[in-house]
């Protein structure tokens, strides 16, 4: 079955770049009915959507991150990334990355396990 | 504060019935589908309703969805214990291009 796992530092200090990648079996990220997205969530509150791409490299930003996001792929290595620039506190989260799927209205419905970031010095 | 609209919490006994409302716009529930996921304690959320009310192979349907007009809502039947869960609609917004989220409900079993 299709499986996505987040991997990256736990650990970013102020000011820095925040970097994870999405590693996604069981399906090629190539196979074109699906975009790769990144949502993240602050403990004890609610989900936020980061951003999206396409396996064509198209990607779509949350207006409020767009500054400071870029979401990758790498189609060789079965792999989506997120970049987020210049972390505070605030950015301190889960991170999920999930599959919007056609065949589910776009509805996410495969979620990686999540992988907790903290923004601290 | 989030783009759709949902209550903080709603509450009801075993066996009972309880609906979550999401409340949007036409940029968002409007025009497009609507997606409900279910997050249990400590885990990643999963989709529990998709393209407004079609349910994944595996989940009950003791859950089902509507949506009308620029609202959408869950409805939960023969509650559980189990059930007791954190619950989320989303959609996509045409006018900020971008997903969006409800804050999420929180179902208590009682």
């Known amino acids: 079955q299709v499986q996505l796992q987040e991997s990256g530092p736990g650990l970013v200090k102020p000011s820095q770049t925040l970097s994870l990648t999405c590693t996604v079996s069981?399906?090629?990220?190539?196979?074109?009915?699906?975009?790769w997205s990144w949502i993240r969530q602050p403990a004890g509150k609610g989900l936020e959507w980061i951003g999206r791409?396409?396996?064509?490299?198209?990607?779509t930003y949350n207006p409020s991150l767009k500054s400071r996001v870029t979401i990758s792929v790498d189609t060789s290595k079965n792999q989506f990334s997120l970049k987020l620039s210049s972390v505070t506190a605030a950015d301190t989260a889960v991170y999920y990355c999930?599959?919007?799927?056609?065949?589910?209205?776009?509805?996410?419905?495969?979620w990686g396990q999540g992988t907790t970031v903290t923004v601290s010095s | 504060q989030s783009v759709l609209t949902q209550p903080p919490s709603v509450s009801a006994a075993p066996g009972q019935k309880v609906t979550i409302s999401c409340s949007g716009s036409?940029?968002?529930?409007?025009?497009?589908?609507v997606s409900w996921y279910q997050q249990l304690p400590g885990t990643a959320p999963k989709l529990l309703i998709y393209?407004?009310?079609k349910r994944p192979s595996g989940i009950p349907d003791r859950f089902s969805g509507s949506k009308s007009g620029t609202s959408a809502t869950l409805d939960i039947t023969g509650l559980q214990t189990g059930d007791e869960a954190d619950y989320y609609c989303?959609?996509?917004?045409?006018?900020?291009?971008?997903?969006?989220f409800g804050g999420g409900t929180k179902l208590t079993v009682l």
């Open positions: 999930t599959r919007e799927s056609y065949f589910y209205s776009y509805g996410m419905d495969v």
């Open positions: 069981g399906v090629s990220i190539s196979s074109g009915d699906s975009y």
């Open positions: 791409i396409y396996t064509s490299g198209s990607a």
């Open positions: 036409s940029s968002n529930i409007g025009n497009n589908y």
């Open positions: 393209g407004n009310n």
């Open positions: 989303g959609t996509w917004d045409g006018s900020l291009t971008a997903g969006v």
